[in-house]
């Protein structure tokens, strides 16, 4: 599905099922140097069951035109004003890794606008290494090596994204490179690590927050520990959040890694 | 820590793709003998049938069993992943019949398997597949062969039988500026002793039957995708970014952006044309991968032994392996093998000097080599490519693949590299007394 946002073109899977305006929607926000295809095992299984899904290529990443998010806040932005050209009421908000940021620092915004709030894979502050900040920007092959490592937690994945025989460190791979190689003008990895790195408005985002809150954490996670969360959870609980933790047996690459995992627990929660 | 740092060639041999059996404890990978699988629910088989959700539905489409084999090969090429298929030649044609139609074109290597060359030059023909053959060394011959409806180029790691090295980076950049990949067999060498996605190539695909397997037990075959190839920037390939009316209108690069060619050859292709694989080959297949890294090792050496062997044979004119520098790929073998000309692989050919006579007096006084039709077993083996594996093409075409009448291949295996020899010594003597008494008085004895 192709809807103008902010003045450009943008891109957002709809699971195989035409956007219907009576049924209630979801909004999937993938990580750095992802897309929307990251969430597949999800995505396709909720639009076919009862939900509009609109999985976004963030602005500047593969099949969205515009300008690269430099912040949190600014793709923040560009959720909601998707959520506007989409003539969207009210929807449940789904971000892994600096996506979930993005749907955190979205959902205090439009408070009651957001129905349901699912941090997969999530931390704060999600601080970047110097390290692995300057190797995004003047080695990307080896960061990315570095992340598919980090991130991986197994040799062998269940069936996966494509199907049975997915090799899931090859396909992450190979998915950051189509992804930093679509933008020719900005390292788009450099600039989501950078805006990861520079979030600091994520306690008082939590606090605002208005919605359940599902923390959906790895945990064999390493690039974002399930204890690296813990300042959110105890946000969400000392503010009196309505919120659930469920720890799927796997890492980072959960979507992949434990697909089924995965999908059952956003879809219990959208369902609750 | 949990979780893997980054595991070498030799540990994803044995660990990729397979982890003990929740189940049973099992620490082997179990052979999953069953046809299909129980649905959880209506909804899950749904699911299942619609790619809402990923599992084992029927044995055609996928089974656990060939999903660790199709793991382990993707990870040891480095690809996203990989359908394993009934042969190697059904590897190709699945490879083919994913990417085209009537009315496409393809520009091959002429240094190809002679079962291989049949298909591009007489089968696909017949379903409007058009194939134009360049040398694989001719950079200028790639270019030029391609046409407005060329949708792949394809070529051998090292061709068959004349080790002639494809020029992978160069190839690969001819066929991504006319918007089409490079499919590679990579048979001969194995992702051992190169990965041809680290080269460019954009798919892989491998007979298993031979060093995979190593041990000649099974037929198979296995297609690796790189997930580099942008179908949709190309804009040549509709059967992987429009929708497809055959499979609930799925635009299959809107569903993975980078797996397209992956799920609609399983969708389609192992769904329609059922080239699938058994789950004990994949077992069988498995074992051999584990052991992989090892037998090449002694397939290299071995190989190097026996070239330096017949090189200084008075009765050898000509030993074809990149080892020598002779060889017109010596070069290129060192710049692209892991190994250099050294991993140029361990099937290779030589002419004896002779006649025709000679050449079947030498293969019959074997007693090591076993004369068949495989390569990349663990036992040694030979052939007489003209009569045998190439016997359907003309003599032009054979010359455009560098065999000659008298050309013998061999398989170096993994014996004591000394009985090899010895074994091929006994034989050229055979051939050479078979040469004397044919030859008229006062001739040379």
């Known amino acids: ?158 069936p996966s994204a494509l199907g049975p025989g997915t090799w899931v460190y090859g396909a992450s791979m190979a998915l950051n490179k189509r992804v930093l190689a679509s933008n020719t003008k900005v390292n788009v990895f450099h600039r989501g690590f950078s805006a990861c790195d520079q979030y600091a408005n994520g306690l008082q985002a939590m606090a605002a927050v208005t919605c359940p809150v599902l923390f959906l954490l790895g945990a064999q996670d390493q690039m974002t520990t399930p204890k690296a969360a813990q300042s959110l959870v105890q946000q969400a609980r000392e503010s009196g959040k309505t919120f659930k933790v469920v720890n ?25 | ?40 629910s209506s909804d899950q088989a749904a699911a299942l049938f619609n790619l809402e959700r990923a599992g084992h539905v029927y044995s055609r489409i996928s089974n656990p069993t060939n999903a660790v084999f199709e793991q382990r090969v993707a990870a040891l090429e480095g690809g996203i992943g990989a359908i394993a298929t009934a042969s190697g030649q059904a590897a190709l044609h699945l490879s083919v019949a994913t990417l085209m139609g009537a009315g496409a074109h393809i520009v091959a290597s002429t240094a190809l398997y002679g079962g291989s060359q049949n298909l591009l030059h007489y089968t696909l023909r017949r379903f409007g597949i058009e194939t134009t053959f360049v040398k694989p060394g001719d950079i200028d011959g790639w270019k030029a062969a391609i046409r407005p409806n060329t949708r792949l180029l394809f070529g051998e790691t090292v061709g068959n039988p004349g080790l002639d090295v494809l020029d992978i980076p160069t ?14 067999d990579s048979t001969l060498t194995s992702p051992y002793l190169l990965k041809p996605l680290e080269h ?34 190309s804009g040549k390939f509709p059967e992987l970014t429009q929708a497809y009316d055959g499979f609930h209108n799925m635009v299959f690069s809107e569903e993975s952006t980078v797996g397209a060619f992956l799920l609609r050859a399983r969708r389609e292709g192992l769904r ?46 000509r030993v074809g392996h990149p080892l020598l520098e002779s060889h ?52 040694s083996l030979v052939i007489h490519p003209a009569s045998t594996t190439h016997f359907r093409m003309t003599d032009e075409a054979l010359a455009g693949a560098g065999i000659g009448p008298g050309t013998i291949r061999l398989s170096i295996g993994l014996e004591d590299a000394d009985d090899l020899i010895d074994d091929l010594k006994r034989a050229l003597k055979a051939a050479e007394k078979a040469g004397a008494s044919k030859a008229p008085q006062g001739g040379k004895a």
């Not at chain 1, 599905?1 to 049924?23: I, N, R, S």
């Not at chain 2, 994803?12 to 397979?18: E, N, P, Q, R, Y």
């Not at chain 2, 077992?283 to 200084?312: C, D």
């Not at chain 2, 293969?363 to 080599?369: S, W």
Request: charged residues 15%; hydrophobic residues 45%; contains cysteine.
């Open chain 1, 248 to 272: 799927v047996p796997m890492g980072h690459h959960q979507m992949n890694e434990s697909p089924e995992e995965t999908l059952k627990a956003i879809q219990e929660f959208l369902q609750a």
């Open chain 2, 1 to 40: 820590m949990s979780g893997y740092s980054d595991p070498h060639f030799d540990t994803l041999a044995l660990h990729a793709g397979a982890t003990p059996d929740p189940s049973t404890g099992a620490r082997a990978v179990p052979i999953h003998l069953t046809t299909s699988f129980v649905f959880e």
């Open chain 2, 328 to 379: 017109p790929s010596h070069a290129l073998a060192n710049k692209l093998l892991r190994f250099g000309a050294k991993g140029a692989g361990s099937v290779f050919s030589f002419d004896i000097q002779g006649s025709r006579e000679q050449g079947r007096a030498f293969i019959e006084a074997l007693k090591i080599f076993s004369h068949l039709a495989n390569v990349g077993d663990c036992r």
């Open chain 2, 272 to 317: 329609d044309f059922g080239a699938c694989m058994s789950p004990h080959t994949a077992w069988l297949i498995l074992q051999g991968i584990e052991t992989l890294p090892l037998r090449m090792e002694r397939h290299m050496a071995n190989t190097e032994k026996v070239v330096q062997f017949l090189a200084s044979h008075p009765l050898v004119a």
């Open chain 2, 200 to 233: 460019g190539a954009d798919l892989v695909y491998h007979s298993a039957t031979k060093f995979l397997s190593g041990h000649g037990t099974v037929i198979g075959g296995v297609v690796v995708d790189g997930g580099s190839f942008d179908w949709e920037r």
């Open chain 1, 1 to 158: 599905m192709k809807l103008t946002v902010q003045g450009h073109e943008a891109y957002a899977y709809t699971g195989g099922k035409p956007f219907d305006p009576a049924k209630p929607t979801v909004v999937m926000i993938h990580g750095v140097l992802n897309d929307h295809s990251v969430w597949i095992l999800q995505s396709r299984y909720l639009a076919h069951h009862g939900w509009n899904v609109l999985a976004v290529d963030l602005p500047g990443h593969c099949r969205s035109a515009g300008e690269a998010p430099a912040s949190v806040e600014a793709a923040a932005d560009f959720i909601a004003a998707l959520l506007d050209a989409a003539g969207v009421a009210q929807a449940a908000l789904v971000g892994h890794s600096w996506g979930s940021l993005i749907a955190l620092e979205t959902a205090s915004r439009l408070k009651a606008r957001i129905s349901h709030l699912v941090l997969v894979g999530t931390a704060f502050p999600m601080k970047v290494t110097p390290a692995l900040l300057e190797a995004s920007l003047n080695a990307p092959l080896q960061a990315m090596k570095m992340i598919n490592v980090f991130s991986r937690a197994t040799l062998a994945a269940p």
């Open chain 2, 171 to 184: 190839v690969a950049q001819i066929a991504h500026e006319a918007g089409v990949p490079l499919l590679v």
